[in-house]
């Protein structure tokens, strides 16, 4: 995963068996290259590494998981007492503040 500074290129959204190209609601855009195993985010000013896990990462790791014929869910957990409780809801249900 790697991140430069800059603006998304004008090409639409696309993904394809190889590679994908998103926008990143920020402007930013995130290419995902399926055979160089590369996740490389362009975005519109500095973030710091955990910004990128969290939202950044979610997008590819989405795409990730379909070209491995897997269902992803954008979700939050918790551990207590050995337990995970897991929180879902819609974008901005608080999902990451509870």
Known sequence: MSAVIGEAAAEPERVEDDRAELRLRSGGQIVIDRRAQTVRYRVPHAVRAD??????????????????????????AFAVDGRAVGVVGTREAGKSST
């Not at 969290?54 to 795409?63: C, F, G, R």
């Open 51 to 76: 910004e990128l896990v969290h939202p950044y990462l979610a997008p590819a790791a989405a795409v990730i998981n379909r070209w491995q014929g897997r269902e992803s869910i954008h979700a939050g």
